[in-house]
């Protein structure tokens, strides 16, 4: 809330974060000025001061951040204060030289810090630029260049979880998609960290050549320019000299382990300082173990007693503090272990009712298959999964849901079903090190293979090895891997079972779509007007005929019109299809945009009229058996006839008896289409191909 009001319109904080473009550019221009322009010593105090504040802010804040990717721009605010110290040590170096004085905070980390004595600064400041060269440095150098090179690494892996995820549902869309994101700017932020950590070493190179370069130029100025005696001039320049690289390093040195503790630091949920102290202090004994080592020295004569002591009874105070502490969470974890228990003795039939769900798509597969639905596979079955749900709801107009994967041990090792709510649909078998080789005629010469039949569409193939491949691709073998193989039969699978798969909560959701759009059309969908059953059936009558309900729209219009005049699914169905004639025609059009067909000899036709009786709301075909056997074996034989000359054939029938005849041959025919003439899209040519008759009729 406080973060909020911050950022608020017209608060500081918006006219900081409003202007910062400005400030950073007149930052980066005031650094430049100040390596060319000499600088009186009150502004370089200021200066030093300002780069000291902002090198303890860094360390701070790094302190306190959860994420590395909190403060994903430090690899460039490490380049910037870099740059900003070496700018005021040109500033500080040309003072010295010119004038022997470099400012008051220069002068008293050159006296008071190290007491004057320049031996004293030499030591100190070559240690401090060892430290930070040769441990802090070296080590987040390494850290970092590991880091980025392992993440690069984890980047496949991750990218697939995320799509195990959103395939399994676990997440939406937009947390896939921030997820992505999160992945790609860490693989940035640590490869840029592994570059900015040479800003670092190269800073404290640099502090040591300006330092000699200092030491040496004072030396020269002071004894051959100013007459000034060996002895002042070392005295003179090497102090400042000294308190120079002091001031210099004492802020590159935090600036680094900033840097180290930033390239270092884990997610976490919590910040740094809890996480240490927590883990630090969650085994009591091995501070008991410390506090009765340290009182053993206190003991040791001739080792000084006082420091062991006092360190000893901190150390058993800490024993005292963290094992009540531990005790009383011990008894909060078992009294809330036993509140499960007992929660979990009451509430057996939560469990009971979970085994009772069903997933309503699934797929099972042998152990030799589990590598196929590996999520870490690049191109394995999960990510084509997710292409092919996206696929399907384009060119079907419905959400498919998840797909659950698993591997089933008592199917063969080659073997997977394809189950819709727990009960499998299809099943078939593929070779996972292997390629499907699919012929097109019998001019071609064979291949050596494992025989087999294509699961989705029952053709003819052989199982080829992969040496194989380009050979029967060039012998007209269409080649398809063994991926492709499951996802074209899980497609055909998908499509002949649309209409067991959606459910009424799938047409409320499109419902809810729809109204985004068209609020108004929704609104006169009430349930007074046509109930949610009803629409669902209408829209399951489409797709057991596979005809994609994309135009939803015009599907919720249609029934909208014809609801107060009927209530009856199939007869709504037979208007929504001819409001639909254009999609309808669209799907069975050849490459010479006809329709090809064939149709009932008119006077069999009106037989089949004749014989539709209304029974209250419902109309049924009421046919002797036999001589139904003999109109579904005459409709055969006439498609085998015209399949030669055309391989998408349509039934065309009047609209009186189209569901009727769709009812009679979806067993025995399903592959063939009906349409009525009301259907026809205007501007539509059809081509009839033959005519359905009974020669041998009693």
């Known amino acids: 809330m406080a973060e909020n009001k911050l950022n608020m319109p017209g608060s500081p904080m918006a006219f900081l974060l409003k202007n910062s473009e400005y400030g950073l550019a007149v930052g980066v221009v005031s650094i430049l000025i100040v390596l060319i322009i000499p600088l009186p010593t009150f502004l370089l105090d200021i200066l030093i001061t300002i780069n000291i504040s902002l090198s303890f802010l860094v360390l701070l804040v790094t302190l306190h951040v959860k994420r590395a990717l909190e403060i994903s721009a430090f690899p460039s605010l490490l380049l910037f204060v870099t740059l900003f110290r070496l700018a005021l040590n040109v500033a500080s170096t040309r003072l010295i030289l010119m004038n022997a004085n470099a400012g008051a905070v220069i002068a008293s980390f050159g006296n008071f810090v190290v007491g004057g004595n320049v031996v004293v600064g030499m030591v100190i400041f070559i240690i401090l630029t060892l430290i930070q060269f040769i441990v802090i440095t070296k080590g987040s150098t390494r850290v970092a260049e590991v880091a980025a090179r392992f993440t690069l690494d984890a980047m496949p892996g991750k990218q697939m979880s995320i799509d195990a995820d959103l395939n399994s549902?676990?997440?939406?869309?937009?947390?896939?998609?921030?997820?992505?994101?999160?992945?790609?700017?860490?693989?940035?932020?640590?490869?840029?960290?592994?570059?900015?950590?040479?800003?670092?070493?190269?800073?404290?190179?640099?502090?040591?050549?300006?330092?000699?370069?200092?030491?040496?130029?004072?030396?020269?100025?002071?004894?051959?320019?100013?007459?000034?005696?060996?002895?002042?001039?070392?005295?003179?320049?090497?102090?400042?000299?000294?308190?120079?690289?002091?001031?210099?390093?004492?802020?590159?040195?935090?600036?680094?382990?900033?840097?180290?503790?930033?390239?270092?630091?884990?997610?976490?949920?919590?910040?740094?300082?809890?996480?240490?102290?927590?883990?630090?202090?969650?085994?009591?004994?091995?501070?008991?173990?410390?506090?009765?080592?340290?009182?053993?020295?206190?003991?040791?004569?001739?080792?000084?007693?006082?420091?062991?002591?006092?360190?000893?009874?901190?150390?058993?105070?800490?024993?005292?503090?963290?094992?009540?502490?531990?005790?009383?969470?011990?008894?909060?974890?078992?009294?809330?272990?036993?509140?499960?228990?007992?929660?979990?003795?009451?509430?057996?039939?939560?469990?009971?009712?979970?085994?009772?769900?069903?997933?309503?798509?699934?797929?099972?597969?042998?152990?030799?298959?589990?590598?196929?639905?590996?999520?870490?596979?690049?191109?394995?079955?999960?990510?084509?999964?997710?292409?092919?749900?996206?696929?399907?709801?384009?060119?079907?107009?419905?959400?498919?849901?998840?797909?659950?994967?698993?591997?089933?041990?008592?199917?063969?090792?080659?073997?997977?079903?394809?189950?819709?709510?727990?009960?499998?649909?299809?099943?078939?078998?593929?070779?996972?090190?292997?390629?499907?080789?699919?012929?097109?005629?019998?001019?071609?010469?064979?291949?050596?293979?494992?025989?087999?039949?294509?699961?989705?569409?029952?053709?003819?193939?052989?199982?080829?090895?992969?040496?194989?491949?380009?050979?029967?691709?060039?012998?007209?073998?269409?080649?398809?891997?063994?991926?492709?193989?499951?996802?074209?039969?899980?497609?055909?699978?998908?499509?002949?079972?649309?209409?067991?798969?959606?459910?009424?909560?799938?047409?409320?959701?499109?419902?809810?779509?729809?109204?985004?759009?068209?609020?108004?059309?929704?609104?006169?969908?009430?349930?007074?007007?046509?109930?949610?059953?009803?629409?669902?059936?209408?829209?399951?009558?489409?797709?057991?005929?596979?005809?994609?309900?994309?135009?939803?729209?015009?599907?919720?219009?249609?029934?909208?019109?014809?609801?107060?005049?009927?209530?009856?699914?199939d007869v709504l169905t037979e208007y929504v299809r001819q409001r639909l004639c254009r999609t309808l025609c669209g799907q069975y059009q050849d490459e010479t945009s006809k329709i090809n067909t064939i149709s009932f000899e008119p006077r069999l036709e009106k037989e089949i009229t004749n014989s539709i009786h209304t029974t209250g709301n419902k109309s049924v075909l009421a046919l002797e058996p036999n001589y139904a056997q003999k109109i579904i074996d005459a409709i055969t034989a006439t498609v085998k006839k015209t399949y030669s000359s055309s391989s998408s054939i349509v039934l065309l029938t009047s609209s009186a008896v189209r569901n009727h005849i769709r009812k009679l041959i979806e067993n025995s025919i399903p592959f063939l289409p009906v349409l009525s003439y009301k259907e026809i899209a205007p501007g539509i040519q059809i081509e009839s191909l033959g005519v359905v008759n009974l020669t041998n009729e009693d």
């Open 169 to 569: 549902g676990s997440i939406t869309e937009g947390e896939a998609r921030s997820r992505r994101d999160d992945i790609a700017r860490e693989a940035e932020f640590y490869g840029s960290m592994d570059g900015a950590s040479k800003f670092v070493s190269g800073d404290a190179i640099a502090g040591i050549v300006i330092t000699l370069v200092n030491i040496t130029g004072g030396m020269i100025i002071g004894v051959l320019m100013q007459g000034m005696n060996i002895s002042d001039a070392l005295s003179t320049y090497t102090i400042l000299t000294v308190g120079d690289g002091l001031v210099s390093q004492i802020p590159s040195l935090i600036n680094a382990t900033s840097a180290a503790l930033l390239i270092t630091k884990a997610s976490s949920k919590t910040s740094l300082g809890v996480e240490l102290t927590s883990q630090i202090l969650t085994i009591p004994r091995a501070l008991a173990f410390a506090a009765g080592i340290l009182g053993f020295f206190g003991l040791v004569p001739g080792l000084p007693k006082a420091p062991f002591i006092i360190m000893s009874v901190f150390f058993g105070f800490m024993y005292y503090v963290t094992s009540r502490g531990s005790t009383s969470v011990a008894t909060e974890k078992d009294g809330e272990q036993e509140a499960k228990r007992l929660k979990e003795l009451k509430e057996p039939e939560r469990e009971i009712e979970a085994l009772l769900q069903v997933d309503r798509m699934g797929i099972e597969v042998g152990y030799k298959l589990v590598p196929l639905v590996d999520p870490k596979k690049a191109g394995g079955i999960l990510s084509r999964i997710s292409a092919l749900r996206k696929q399907l709801a384009r060119d079907m107009g419905t959400i498919i849901p998840p797909i659950r994967l698993r591997d089933y041990l008592r199917l063969a090792p080659n073997e997977y079903h394809i189950k819709i709510k727990g009960e499998t649909v299809a099943k078939g078998e593929i070779m996972p090190d292997s390629y499907l080789a699919l012929g097109g005629g019998e001019e071609q010469e064979p291949i050596e293979g494992i025989k087999t039949v294509d699961p989705a569409y029952g053709l003819p193939g052989v199982w080829i090895s992969e040496s194989k491949k380009d050979s029967a691709e060039s012998a007209g073998y269409t080649v398809i891997d063994p991926t492709s193989v499951l996802i074209t039969h899980l497609t055909e699978v998908i499509k002949s079972h649309a209409h067991e798969i959606i459910t009424r909560e799938d047409i409320q959701k499109l419902i809810e779509n729809l109204k985004k759009d068209s609020p108004t059309l929704v609104n006169e969908l009430t349930p007074n007007v046509l109930t949610l059953g009803v629409v669902h059936e209408v829209i399951r009558n489409l797709l057991r005929e596979r005809i994609s309900i994309r135009d939803f729209g015009t599907i919720i219009e249609t029934l909208v019109d014809y609801a107060p005049s009927t209530k009856d699914p």
